[in-house]
C-alpha cells in the first residue's frame, strides 16, 4: 500500500555498528514523518546499544530475516559490511520494501544487475548511499559538464591518494570472537577465516579483500559517481587494471597502490582511477596537505574541470582561471540524500542514485577488480553481459559465496 503523504514511513536499520549507529540513526531519525521501528546487527552489544540510542521505542533483531517478516516495515537501510549487501538488499526487495542500501552497491557485476533487476520487478524504490550527489558543488559540476563549455570530452582521471598505514591496524593476532557477535554471521557469504580484531573493529573491514576488494569499492562510488553522471556514461568496452601492496606493512591485503583504465564508446572517451595510500598528493587539485585528497579532471578539448567534495574549477586550453560564469543548470537539485530517499518512497518517484542507476558504474568499479585479479585487459559486452572471449572472467562476474549463500532468485 502507498504510504500517505501525513503517515509516517516505518523505518528498520540492518547493521548498526558504524555509520548505521552513528550516523543513519541521526540522518533518518531526525525527520518528522520517519519512525525507526527495528535494528539489526550480529554483534548483541550493537543492538542493545542503537535500542537504547532509539529511547527503546525500536525492536532489536539479530537475524536481518526475522525483521525482514515484519509487514508493517517500509523500508529498510542496510549498512552491514558490502559481502552482504547484495543478499539482504534483494531479499528485502523481494519481501517488499524499498532499499537505502550503503556503498559499495555490489562487489560483483552479477549482483549489482540483480539488484538493479530485483527493483525493477518488484516495484521498489532504492537508493544508493552515495551521499556527495547530493551535494550543492557536484550539481554545479554536472551544470559545467553538461553546458558544452569544457568542448568534446577526451578523458577523464579520478584519483585517491592519503598518508595512511591502514589507520594503525598493525597486525593483531587471530582470537576467540567478542562476547555477543555472531561471527559466522558476520561472514555471510565471504570466505570462512578465524575472528580477528583487525577485521571487525571500527569499519576496519574496507582493508581486506574479501569484504571490499579496494579502495575504488570504498570511496570510488562517491568519486567515480560524478563522471558515470555528469557525461552519461554508459557500461565501459574495456577495462585493465594493475596493483598491489607496495608500501603499506599492517594485516591489511587491499592494494595500496592501484591505476585503472576503462575505455567507453559512449561518449567515446577514457576514463582513469589512481590510487596512492601512502602519498597524499592531489595532482593539482585542491590544497597540498597530509589528509586524505580526492579529485575529478574532465579533461575537454576547450577547456578542463578539476573537482572535489568542494572544488568546481573550470581552466581554459592555457591553464587560466575561469570565474564569473554561471552554468545552466543541468539537474534539479536535492532536498538531501536520505530526504531524496524518503520522498520517493511516497511519491513512488525513482531516486537518482537508485539500483539502475548506478548499474553502470557498480559495473565499472566491480570489472576493474576483476581484470586487476586476472592480469588481463577485459572487453565487455554489456549486451550480452559477458567479458568477450574470457570465459574465467566472465564466471567471475557471479560471486562465489561459500555454502549455502546463493544469490536469490527472482
Known amino acids: 500500500?502507498?504510504?500517505?503523504?501525513?503517515?509516517?514511513?516505518?523505518?528498520?536499520?540492518?547493521?548498526?555498528?558504524?555509520?548505521?549507529?552513528?550516523?543513519?540513526?541521526?540522518?533518518?531519525?531526525?525527520?518528522?514523518?520517519?519512525?525507526?521501528?527495528?535494528?539489526?546487527?550480529?554483534?548483541?552489544?550493537?543492538?542493545?546499544?542503537?535500542?537504547?540510542?532509539?529511547?527503546?521505542?525500536?525492536?532489536?533483531?539479530?537475524?536481518?530475516?526475522?525483521?525482514?517478516?515484519?509487514?508493517?516495515?517500509?523500508?529498510?537501510?542496510?549498512?552491514?559490511?558490502?559481502?552482504?549487501?547484495?543478499?539482504?538488499?534483494?531479499?528485502?526487495?523481494?519481501?517488499?520494501?524499498?532499499?537505502?542500501?550503503?556503498?559499495?552497491?555490489?562487489?560483483?557485476?552479477?549482483?549489482?544487475?540483480?539488484?538493479?533487476?530485483?527493483?525493477q520487478r518488484y516495484g521498489r524504490i532504492t537508493q544508493v548511499g552515495t551521499q556527495i550527489h547530493a551535494t550543492e558543488n557536484y550539481h554545479k559540476c554536472v551544470d559545467v559538464v553538461r553546458s558544452g563549455t569544457l568542448g568534446q570530452l577526451i578523458a577523464i582521471s579520478n584519483f585517491c591518494t592519503m598518508n595512511d598505514n591502514s589507520e594503525g591496524l598493525a597486525a593483531p593476532p587471530d582470537s576467540e570472537p567478542l562476547p555477543g557477535l555472531d561471527w559466522d554471521g558476520w561472514l555471510g557469504p565471504a570466505p570462512k577465516v578465524p575472528f580477528n580484531i583487525a577485521r571487525f573493529r571500527d569499519g576496519m573491514h574496507r582493508y581486506f579483500k574479501d569484504y571490499v576488494d579496494s579502495w575504488l569499492h570504498e570511496l570510488g562510488p562517491h568519486i567515480v559517481d560524478l563522471p558515470f553522471w555528469a557525461s552519461n556514461l554508459s557500461c565501459p568496452v574495456k577495462v585493465s587494471a594493475t596493483g598491489g601492496r607496495y608500501a603499506t606493512t599492517s594485516i591489511a591485503d587491499v592494494p595500496d597502490t592501484m591505476h585503472v583504465v576503462w575505455e567507453f564508446e559512449k561518449p567515446n572517451l577514457v576514463m582513469t582511477w589512481t590510487?596512492?595510500?601512502?602519498?597524499?598528493?592531489?595532482?593539482?587539485?585542491?590544497?597540498?596537505?597530509?589528509?586524505?585528497?580526492?579529485?575529478?579532471?574532465?579533461?575537454?578539448?576547450?577547456?578542463?574541470?578539476?573537482?572535489?567534495?568542494?572544488?568546481?574549477?573550470?581552466?581554459?586550453?592555457?591553464?587560466?582561471?575561469?570565474?564569473?560564469?554561471?552554468?545552466?543548470?543541468?539537474?534539479?537539485?536535492?532536498?538531501?540524500?536520505?530526504?531524496?530517499?524518503?520522498?520517493?518512497?511516497?511519491?513512488?518517484?525513482?531516486?537518482?542514485?537508485?539500483?539502475?542507476?548506478?548499474?553502470?558504474?557498480?559495473?565499472?568499479?566491480?570489472?576493474?577488480?576483476?581484470?586487476?585479479?586476472?592480469g588481463r585487459t577485459l572487453h565487455f559486452d554489456a549486451d550480452k553481459w559477458e567479458c568477450t572471449g574470457d570465459k574465467d572472467a566472465t564466471k567471475r562476474m557471479q560471486p562465489q559465496y561459500r555454502a549455502p549463500y546463493k544469490l536469490p532468485k527472482i
Open 1 to 119: 500500500m502507498p504510504i500517505a503523504a501525513n503517515d509516517k514511513i516505518q523505518l528498520a536499520i540492518i547493521g548498526v555498528g558504524g555509520r548505521g549507529y552513528g550516523e543513519h540513526i541521526d540522518w533518518f531519525g531526525k525527520h518528522d514523518d520517519v519512525e525507526i521501528v527495528a535494528v539489526c546487527d550480529v554483534h548483541e552489544p550493537y543492538v542493545t546499544r542503537a535500542v537504547t540510542k532509539l529511547g527503546g521505542k525500536a525492536k532489536g533483531y539479530h537475524d536481518y530475516r526475522k525483521l525482514l517478516e515484519d509487514d508493517a516495515i517500509d523500508a529498510v537501510v542496510v549498512c552491514t559490511p558490502p559481502q552482504w549487501h547484495a543478499i539482504i538488499s534483494v531479499e528485502a526487495m523481494i519481501a517488499g520494501k524499498d532499499v537505502y542500501c550503503e556503498k559499495p552497491m555490489s562487489r560483483f557485476p552479477n549482483e549489482a544487475k540483480l539488484m538493479a533487476e530485483t527493483a
Open 275 to 374: 590510487l596512492l595510500q601512502q602519498s597524499s598528493y592531489p595532482f593539482g587539485v585542491g590544497e597540498p596537505g597530509s589528509g586524505r585528497k580526492l579529485g575529478i579532471v574532465f579533461h575537454g578539448k576547450e577547456a578542463t574541470l578539476s573537482a572535489n567534495y568542494g572544488l568546481c574549477e573550470v581552466r581554459d586550453t592555457q591553464g587560466k582561471l575561469i570565474e564569473g560564469v554561471e552554468y545552466p543548470r543541468a539537474t534539479q537539485r536535492s532536498p538531501g540524500h536520505e530526504r531524496e530517499f524518503l520522498d520517493s518512497v511516497k511519491s513512488r518517484d525513482e531516486c537518482s542514485c537508485s539500483f539502475a542507476a548506478h548499474l553502470p558504474l557498480h559495473t565499472a568499479l566491480n570489472l576493474a577488480h576483476i581484470a586487476l585479479e586476472t
